[in-house]
C-alpha cells in the first residue's frame, strides 16, 4: 500500500519437532509478523522451488524396498529380503548425504557398488519433485540468487551442529542475505563466517543432583511426583518443565501407563506407539489374523475393534457372533462356513451373517492379502497406520513394523510437560529438567557398525561426522546450562529385566541419593500413589481395609472368615447343596469341600485354557472318548444290535463316529491343531475300540446302550430309546441329594434279570485296583451309576459294576459290594453336608496340589497350610476319615 514499507521477511531455522513447536508459539506471543520458522530440509526446497520436497521416510521405504526387489546384487542378495534390509539402508543413505558423500566418487568395492545401485534406484523410483537431501540441496543453490524474496535474513536458532550437507548453503546464503547463528556454547561453528551469536546462559544455572531409582518404572514414577511437586508448589509451569533421555524407548510404555493417572498434561515430543491408540490396536488385531490365521477369538477381537467405521461389518446382523459356540476354535474356512450355517439352521434372521465369508476368506489367505484386507477393515487413521507400517517392512513382518509407527501427540507442547529425546530438549531447553538413563549403557551410547557400511568397508570417521556417544555429550552439556530453575540427574539401578546397571561417567563424582520404591514421597502423583503413602488414610477405604484385614487373618493361626469360614445354612451354600448333583460335582464336595462352595455356590471357575492348545485335558480326552463310544453303539442299534455285531461292523461304526467327531469337535471347543488333532481322535479311537470290542456278552437278546442319561430335568428329549424314563428323579440313599449323569455302557438283558454297569477309564490302571471302592472320593461313578440302574429298572434286577480301564492291556475291576458301597457315599455325603450347613468348609487334602484347577484362589503364601493346620484338623474331623477310605 502507497505510504507504508514492505514488510520485512525473516527465516528461523530450528532443528526438530519441539523447537519447532515451541518457537512458533513464542513467535506468537510476541505478534511477530513476516516470520518463518523452518528446518534445512524444508529452507532448501523453499529455495529450489517448483514444488519441490525433501525426501521422507513415506517416500524413501517403499522406494528402496521397490529397489531391493529388482535382481543385480551379490553381497546383500541373502538378506536384501529380510524385515529390517530396508530399514537399514534408508539410514545409511541419509547418513551418507548428511556428511555429503558422493557414492559415485568412492572406491568401487562391492559394497559400495550394491549401494550406489540402490541409490540409482531410488531416484528413479521416487516422485519428481521429491529429491534427496544432496540433490535438494544442489537444486537450492541454482536459485539462491532468489534469497531475499524468498527467505529474507535467516538466523539458525540454538542448533549445535549443522550437517555437512547443509554447510555449502548456509555459505552461499552468506553472501546474498544476513546469516546469524545464536548458538549454544560448544556448537560447532568453527566452518561459519557469519555472525554468531553466544547463547545467553543463566547467571545462576541449576546445581544438579542425582538420584538413582529401582528401575526405568520407578524412574517414572519418581518423574511424576518431581514435576507434581514443582506445580503444586507454584515453583514451576507444566511448560517450563521437561523430561528427557538419550533414546525414549525403555520408558514410553511406562510413560503411557501412568501419566494418566497423575491427570498431568504430558506431550510426547517424539511421538505416541500407534499401538498405544484403538486405531492401532484395530491394525495390531488386523496383522494378527493374517500372520497366525483364522481363529474366533483373533476374529471376536477385529470385528468389536473394526465396527462403526461404515465398513462391510457394520451390514452384518445383530448377535451374529453371539450366535456361534464360545468354545469353538474356528481355525479354517470350513469351520466357519459349518458355524455359520449351524447359526442360521437355529436362527434364520441370520441369513445375512454368510456375508462375513468372502471377508473371512481374505483374511485366510494371510500377509499376501495384506493390502485387500485393510481396504475391508480399516479406514482414516487406521489405514494410515497400516500404510505406513507397510512402507517400511513387508507384510510378512507387520508385527514388528506396527511396534515402530508413531502418531502426532494430541496434546501442545506449548503448554504441557515435555517428554522427549536429549537431541530435541538441546534445541529447546526448558528451566526445570529431569534426564533419566543416566547409566553405563545409555548415557552416553556406544556407536556400533553400520549395518550396511561396517568399519571394514567404510571408516566411520569419513561418514559419521557427529558420533552417537560426541553428540549425547553435548546435548548434556548443553541442556545442564539452559537450566535455570532445577535439574534432576536420574538412574536405574536395574534394567528392565533386572541385571544391574551402573553410573553413567556424565556423572562423574557428584554425590546420589538412592530412592526406594517404598519411600514416602513428600508429593504424591496419583491418588494411589497418595494412599500408599498414607497408610492411615489407605485404612479409610473399604476394600483396602478388608484386603487388610484378609491378610493379617490368613497369616494367623485361628479360623476366620477369610478361611472359608461363614454363617450356618448360608442360603447360597444351601442352595448349592440342595441342586441335582452328578457325580463330578460329589466327587468335589467329597474330596475338597472349598473347591465346591467356590464352584458350585460362588460360580467360580477356573482360567480358559488356550484357544488352540497343543493336547487337551484328561478330561475332555474322555469325554471324546465316550462320544466316540455313544455314537458307535448308537449307529449299532437296534439293528444289528450291538451284541449281535461282528468286529467289522463295530469297526464300521466307529470310523463313522470318527468322521463325525473329528468334524464336528472343533465347531463346539478348543481343540489342537489339525494334525494333532486328528492323531488325538485316532489315539482315543484306539482305545474306545478296545471298549468296543471287550463285550462280554454270552446271552442271545441282550441289548447295549451308551451315554444313557438319568435324572434328567423334565422336558428332557432322549431322541433314542432308552431303558428307562430318564426324567425320573434318583436320590441318594439316606441323604436328601438328587443325582444325574450319564452311565458310560448298560447291559441289560432281555429279561430284564440282570444288568451290567461299565464305568470306562482312560487312565492308566492305579495300584491295587481291585482293592478300590470309592477310593476316598475319587471313584463315585459306577457305584452311583449302579444304584442309578436298581432304581429306574423295573423289578429287583442282579446289577454288576465295573471299572474297565482302557489303556495298555485291559483291565476290569468288579465292585464286590454295591450295598456297602453305597453306605459309605451315603455317610460320607452326610457328613460333608452337615459340615457346609454348619458354616464350615475345608480345603481338601489335593487341593494345593497342581491337579486343583482352582488352586489360584488359595493363599500365596506357602506357610499358609501349614499355620492352618492345627485349626483345620479339628473341623474336618469327620470328613478326613473317609479320605483314607479305599
Known amino acids: 500500500m502507497a505510504g507504508k514499507s514492505a514488510l520485512q521477511v525473516r527465516t528461523v531455522i530450528v532443528e526438530g519437532s519441539l523447537a519447532s513447536q515451541m518457537r512458533r508459539a513464542a513467535a506468537a506471543r510476541a505478534n511477530e509478523c513476516g516470520l518463518r520458522i523452518l528446518g534445512l530440509p524444508q529452507l532448501a526446497a523453499r529455495l529450489a522451488g517448483a514444488f519441490t520436497t525433501p525426501v521422507t521416510p513415506e517416500v524413501l521405504d517403499p522406494a528402496i524396498r521397490l529397489a531391493l526387489d529388482e535382481a543385480g546384487f551379490v553381497e546383500i542378495e541373502p538378506v536384501r529380503r529380510l524385515p529390517g534390509t530396508a530399514r537399514a539402508f534408508a539410514r545409511s543413505l541419509r547418513r551418507l548425504w548428511d556428511a555429503d558423500i558422493d557414492l559415485g566418487r568412492m572406491d568401487d568395492s562391492n559394497r559400495i557398488r550394491e549401494l550406489r545401485l540402490v541409490e540409482e534406484r531410488v531416484k528413479r523410483l521416487m516422485p519428481k519433485a521429491v529429491l534427496t537431501t544432496r540433490d535438494l540441496r544442489d537444486a537450492a543453490l541454482q536459485r539462491i540468487q532468489y534469497a531475499p524474496k524468498l527467505v529474507g535474513a535467516v538466523q539458525l536458532e540454538r542448533i549445535s551442529v549443522v550437517q555437512p550437507v547443509w554447510r555449502p548453503l548456509i555459505e552461499a546464503l552468506e553472501k546474498v542475505v544476513e546469516v546469524e547463528w545464536l548458538a549454544p556454547r560448544g556448537a560447532e561453528t568453527e566452518w561459519f563466517s557469519g555472525t554468531v551469536i553466544a547463547l545467553a546462559t543463566p547467571s545462576r544455572p541449576a546445581e544438579p543432583t542425582a538420584v538413582s531409582c529401582a528401575d526405568p518404572r520407578h524412574e517414572v514414577v519418581e518423574t511424576l511426583r518431581w514435576a507434581r511437586r514443582l506445580i503444586a508448589s507454584g515453583a514451576a509451569k507444566p511448560h517450563e518443565i521437561a523430561i528427557a533421555a538419550p533414546s525414549t524407548a525403555p ?117 499376501s492379502a495384506s493390502g485387500e484386507a485393510a481396504g475391508l477393515f480399516l479406514r482414516g487413521r487406521s489405514l494410515q497406520i497400516w500404510e505406513a507400517a507397510t512402507r517400511s517392512a513387508p507384510p510378512d513382518a507387520l508385527e514388528l513394523s506396527l511396534r515402530n509407527v508413531r502418531l502426532p501427540a494430541e496434546t501442545d507442547a506449548a503448554d504441557s510437560i515435555v517428554w522427549c529425546t536429549a537431541r530435541d530438549l538441546a534445541a529447546a531447553p526448558r528451566p526445570h529438567v529431569r534426564l533419566l538413563g543416566l547409566t553405563n549403557r545409555s548415557w552416553p551410547r556406544n556407536a556400533g557398525d553400520d549395518p550396511i557400511l561396517p568399519s571394514h568397508v567404510l571408516s566411520p570417521d569419513e561418514f559419521d561426522f557427529d558420533p552417537v556417544g ?9 541442556i545442564l546450562e539452559g537450566a535455570s530453575g532445577s535439574v534432576v540427574l536420574s538412574r536405574s539401578r536395574r534394567s528392565g529385566q533386572g541385571s544391574r546397571l551402573g553410573r553413567s561417567p556424565l556423572l562423574q563424582d557428584r554425590p546420589e541419593t538412592a530412592l526406594s520404591r517404598a519411600r514416602i514421597p513428600e508429593h504424591a502423583f496419583s491418588a494411589a500413589d497418595r494412599l500408599m503413602a498414607r497408610p492411615a488414610e489407605a485404612a479409610g477405604v473399604a476394600r483396602i481395609r478388608s484386603a487388610t484385614h484378609c491378610w493379617r487373618n490368613w497369616h494367623g493361626e485361628h479360623l476366620t472368615p477369610h478361611d472359608a469360614q ?139 446302550w ?53 464305568d470306562y477309564k482312560t487312565g492308566t490302571p492305579p495300584k491295587n485296583v481291585g482293592r478300590i471302592i470309592i477310593g476316598g472320593g475319587a471313584e463315585l461313578q459306577r457305584v452311583l451309576y449302579a444304584h442309578a440302574c436298581r432304581e429306574l429298572l423295573e423289578g429287583d434286577p ?20 454295591l450295598d456297602g458301597a453305597i453306605d459309605q457315599i451315603s455317610a460320607f455325603i452326610n457328613e460333608a453336608t452337615a459340615l457346609l450347613r454348619r458354616g464350615a468348609t475345608v480345603p481338601g487334602r489335593l487341593a494345593f496340589e497342581r491337579s486343583n484347577d482352582l488352586r489360584l484362589a488359595l493363599p500365596a503364601s506357602p506357610g499358609y497350610q501349614r499355620r492352618k493346620r492345627v485349626a483345620y484338623s479339628e473341623i474336618e474331623a469327620g470328613i478326613s476319615r473317609f479320605w483314607s477310605a479305599p
Open 470 to 478: 560426541r553428540a549425547d555429550r553435548r546435548h548434556f552439556r548443553i
Open 798 to 817: 442282579q446289577i454288576v459294576a465295573r471299572l474297565l480301564y482302557l489303556a495298555g492291556e485291559p483291565m476290569t475291576a468288579r465292585l464286590h459290594d
Open 566 to 704: 461363614f454363617g450356618a445354612d448360608h442360603p447360597v451354600v444351601v442352595a448349592s447343596i440342595e441342586r441335582v448333583q452328578s457325580a463330578t460335582s460329589l466327587r468335589r464336595l467329597l474330596q475338597d469341600p472349598l473347591s465346591f462352595v467356590w464352584r458350585y455356590a460362588l460360580g467360580w471357575d477356573a482360567p480358559e485354557e488356550r484357544e488352540q492348545p497343543l493336547s487337551i485335558s484328561a478330561l475332555d480326552f474322555g469325554k471324546l472318548v465316550h462320544e466316540l463310544l455313544r455314537r458307535a453303539v448308537d449307529t449299532l442299534e437296534p439293528y444289528p444290535g450291538y451284541a449281535k455285531a461282528s468286529d467289522g461292523e463295530i469297526e464300521g461304526a466307529l470310523s463313522y463316529a470318527v468322521q463325525i467327531v473329528r468334524e464336528a469337535w472343533p465347531l463346539e471347543r478348543p481343540v489342537p491343531p489339525k494334525l494333532l488333532w486328528r492323531n488325538t481322535v485316532d489315539y482315543a479311537a484306539s482305545l474306545a475300540l478296545v471298549g468296543l470290542l471287550r463285550k462280554e456278552i454270552s446271552e442271545p437278546g441282550t441289548r447295549s
Open 251 to 367: 520408558w514410553d510404555d511406562h510413560w503411557l501407563a501412568l501419566a494418566p493417572d497423575a491427570d498431568l498434561r504430558v506431550h510426547f515430543a517424539h511421538g505416541v506407539p500407534a499401538l498405544a491408540t484403538v486405531e492401532g490396536q484395530r491394525c495390531a488385531a488386523l496383522a494378527d489374523l493374517l500372520l497366525r490365521g483364522l481363529s474366533q477369538k483373533r476374529v471376536r477381537r477385529l470385528v468389536s475393534l473394526s465396527r462403526g467405521q461404515g465398513l462391510g461389518l457394520d451390514q452384518l446382523p445383530h448377535g451374529w457372533l453371539a450366535a456361534l459356540p464360545r468354545g469353538a476354535a474356528l481355525s479354517t474356512m470350513r469351520d466357519w462356513e459349518h458355524a455359520i450355517a449351524a447359526a442360521i439352521i437355529k436362527d434364520s434372521s441370520l441369513d445375512r451373517a454368510r456375508t462375513v465369508l468372502p471377508l473371512l476368506g481374505t483374511l485366510a489367505r494371510g500377509p
Open 706 to 758: 451308551t451315554e444313557v442319561p438319568f435324572g434328567q430335568p423334565a422336558g428332557f428329549v432322549a431322541g433314542r430309546e432308552l431303558p428307562w424314563d430318564p426324567t425320573k428323579p434318583v436320590v441318594v440313599p439316606n441323604t436328601l441329594v438328587r443325582l444325574r449323569g450319564t452311565i458310560d455302557r448298560l447291559d441289560l438283558r432281555h429279561d430284564r434279570s440282570a444288568a451290567r454297569v461299565t
